[in-house]
């Protein structure tokens, strides 16, 4: 089973996007699912977390202008991203972690907030 992340783009400051991550089969035991960014020279940092049951949480940095959700049907996570500013800048990636202990990775999608 693979992660097919999409949405990226190039954006300017105060636009919006919205990220997909889509697994390719059915993935049991899905413990949370997360967005993470790594921006040039940076590690790599949490976004915002969801559980199958949608429960959320995020980083200070995204409050109140990012938006995960969940489609369990699809095995699908979104991340809404309003109100965007140049430090969101940075490669998006998403993982889905089991209750096994298994890691699913997508490849990362480019988001580039500039005017």
């Known amino acids: 089973v693979q992660l097919q992340a999409s949405g990226g783009g190039l954006v300017q400051p105060g636009g919006s996007l919205r990220l997909s991550c889509a697994a390719s089969g059915t993935i049991f035991k899905i413990d949370i699912m997360v967005w993470y960014r790594q921006a040039p020279g940076k590690e790599r940092g949490l976004v915002a977390v969801s559980t199958p049951g949608g429960d959320t949480n995020y980083a200070d940095s995204v409050k109140g202008r990012f938006s995960i959700s969940i489609n369990n049907a699809k095995n699908t996570v979104y991340l809404q991203m309003n109100s965007l500013k140049p430090e969101d800048t940075a490669v998006y990636h998403c993982?889905?972690?089991?209750?096994?202990?298994?890691?699913?990775w997508g490849q990362g999608t480019q988001v580039t907030v500039s005017s």
């Open positions: 993982n889905f972690h089991t209750t096994f202990g298994n890691d699913y």
